[in-house]
């Protein structure tokens, strides 16, 4: 597999991603709002806003002009949320709903990854292939 095609897969299912993320966000909104750490204020606003973040930066991955931006927006959404997954794991953890350690483990050890699939797939980076970073489309810093 080439790495245009592989990048365009990567994206694809980014955008998959992060629509159906920021369709959940709208739609179980209460669910979310459980999940939000208690120093984040008028969480159900928060929790709406980030919801609609996530479709705002699938849009935005889906165009060339806005690509790049919207990478590193969902990238730095990626680690804003980080709290939030480990509110969730500490509150199921306890019992709370269920979702044990198998569910968990994974998505908190993945958010690094799923930042920089933000990165990669939208083409603000080719780390660790090309080992550059782009600032905007064509501007690359080694």
């Known amino acids: 597999m080439t ?3 592989a990048r365009r897969l990567a994206l694809g299912a980014l955008v998959l991603f992060y629509a159906v993320a920021g369709v959940a966000h ?11 750490p ?4 008028f969480p159900h606003a928060v929790v709406v806003g980030t919801g609609l973040c996530e479709l705002a930066g699938a849009a ?7 690509r790049v931006a919207a990478g590193w927006a969902l990238a730095a959404y990626a680690v804003c949320v980080f709290p939030a997954n480990i509110k969730h794991a500490i509150h199921d953890l ?3 709903t269920g979702l ?6 994974p998505r908190l ?7 920089w699939w933000a990165l990669w ?3 603000a980076t080719d780390w660790p292939w090309h080992g550059e970073r782009r600032l905007a489309p064509g501007v690359r810093v080694p």
């Not at 050890?109 to 930042?115: A, D, E, F, V």
Request: aromatic share 6%; hydrophobic share 45%.
């Open 26 to 36: 709208l739609v179980v909104t209460d669910a979310m709002v459980r999940i939000t």
């Open 121 to 123: 797939a939208s083409g």
């Open 38 to 41: 208690a120093w984040v204020p």
């Open 60 to 66: 935005g991955l889906m165009t060339r002009r806005w």
């Open 109 to 115: 050890l993945l958010q690094p990854l799923i930042t």
């Open 94 to 96: 306890g019992g709370h």
């Open 100 to 105: 044990g350690i198998g569910y968990h483990g």
């Open 3 to 5: 790495d245009g095609r």
